[in-house]
């Protein structure tokens, strides 16, 4: 069994008890992540469905830290005497993949919708209330200037 994830704008082909190094996450070693599945094999089922592929999760516990090879950048005019010498080492994260299931979707996203909704509301209030400030502030104007005439 098999699944493609996408993690750190990529996709990755992981099997459980696989190390895959992905993008630098946030966490400490330890730390136990989930990654949402984009395909999932299972022996001759292959689920590609986006409803039934999002019941699928994919958890893994962050291994440690890693840094890819360092890339050297050289920048040189001819006769100026102008010569720039520049490195780089991108930072990547090794996790190990500890469970490929169906497991219930987290309970956060319900909460986050459920949050989601007052938040709208007082936006929507102080909306209200700006724009009746705003009123307020345009009939004081147009009194004073009334009364200047």
Do not use: F, W
């Not at 089922?45 to 890339?71: F, H, L």
């Not at 720039?84 to 993949?97: A, F």
């Amino acid at each position: 069994m098999y699944a493609i994830v996408r993690c750190g704008g990529r996709q990755e082909k992981v099997a459980l008890d696989d190390v895959v190094t992905i993008d630098k996450l946030d966490g400490a070693a330890g730390d136990s992540i989930t990654l949402p599945a984009l395909l999932v094999v299972d022996g001759d089922r292959v689920i590609s469905d986006p409803a039934e592929v999002g019941r699928y999760q994919v958890t893994a516990d962050i291994v440690g830290d890693a840094a890819g090879p360092k890339i050297n950048m050289i920048h040189y005019r001819n006769k100026t005497g102008y010569r720039r010498r520049l490195g780089h080492r991108q930072r990547y994260t090794q996790v190990r993949i500890t469970g490929i299931g169906t497991e219930g979707k987290p309970s956060t996203k319900s909460s986050t919708t459920a949050s989601a909704k007052p938040q709208g509301k007082a936006t929507a209030k102080t909306a209200t209330a700006k724009t009746a400030t705003t009123k307020a502030a345009t009939t004081k104007t147009a009194t004073t200037k009334a009364e200047e005439d």
